[in-house]
């Protein structure tokens, strides 16, 4: 059974901060996902990611996979390689995706990411990481709205520490479009909930996505996530609330079996948690 759901929409040009901020909390604790609009990453730069994202998805397999995810869980994760929901009968999620961990001030020697051949893709590489800094700096400025509306100073998350070396990863994702027989019933990713922070999203306009407010309803109700052109789409994660004594909610959210193109960012604000980042049938588990 699937719904519309109508998110709420935070303006991160307002002017009046504890006003974007009241909309952020009022979003957290009713529904765990909301949209954020005028919040600095370029639309060019956008497209040029999902172009880039496509253009290493179009690869053949053999190429993809000898930038395989290893034990610093950057790089290439193949179909079925992950199951994020492990009541699933499948054999794993329907999805491909790629890591791109956290980036070490531009010292190539501590960089432990991997990176597609520059003579295949030569603007990947820098397309990625310009990418990455700049919704890094659109999560910052977000957990500091988050801050305000927990009637928190706005530099707290930064004042503690818990953005002195954020476990940050960037995460581009394809969904297939065409399936084969034996996956009917299959999802791109799973029902699940996040488990950091925050994690920022942006789809290309393919629909697919979907969240659960009521694990516990028979039958569930799953609503769409509708694409707005430009806003970025906010869900917080296990881990906030955790730290917020549940009074911010996450959800589980799903991935139809569609071609989707998406690249997702999430930070964990505490040092040691290592995050990657999974789609599908969200439901809370």
């Not at 940050?168 to 399936?179: I, M, N, S």
């Not at 039958?219 to 296990?238: F, K, R, S």
Request: charge should be negative; glycine fraction near 8%.
């Amino acid at each position: 059974m699937a719904g519309s759901l109508h998110l709420p929409v935070v303006d991160l040009a307002l002017p009046d901060l504890r006003a974007a901020a009241e909309s952020i909390r009022q979003a957290c604790v009713e529904h765990g996902f909301f949209y954020v609009t005028n919040h600095g990453v370029d639309r060019g730069l956008l497209e040029a990611v999902f172009a880039e994202s496509k253009r290493f998805f179009d690869l053949p397999m053999e190429d993809k996979m000898a930038l395989l995810r290893g034990a610093n869980h950057r790089g290439y994760t193949p179909p079925y390689a992950e199951k994020l929901d492990a009541s699933s009968q499948f054999v794993g999620d329907l999805k491909e995706s790629f890591y791109i961990g956290p980036l070490d001030d531009g010292d190539m020697h501590n960089d432990v990411n991997q990176w597609p051949s520059e003579e295949r893709l030569p603007s990947w590489k820098e397309t990625m990481k310009l990418y990455f800094a700049a919704v890094l700096d659109t999560g910052t400025r977000i957990l500091s709205l988050v801050a305000l509306g927990l009637d928190l100073d706005a530099d707290f998350f930064h004042k503690i520490g818990a953005l002195k070396c954020p476990s940050t990863f960037l995460r581009l994702l394809h969904y297939p479009g065409e399936v084969h027989e034996s996956d009917s019933g299959n999802y791109g990713a799973s029902a699940h909930s996040d488990y950091g922070m925050i994690t920022l999203l942006v789809t290309d306009g393919t629909p697919g996505l979907q969240i659960c407010r009521e694990k516990d309803r028979n039958p569930q109700l799953w609503e769409d996530v509708h694409h707005i052109d430009g806003a970025l789409i906010i869900n917080i994660g296990d881990l906030l609330e955790r730290w917020t004594n549940c009074a911010f909610r996450w959800l589980s959210f799903l991935i139809q079996i569609l071609t989707h193109w998406c690249s997702v960012w999430k930070v964990v604000a505490v040092k040691h948690v290592h995050q990657g980042f999974h789609l599908s049938r969200v439901g809370t588990t």
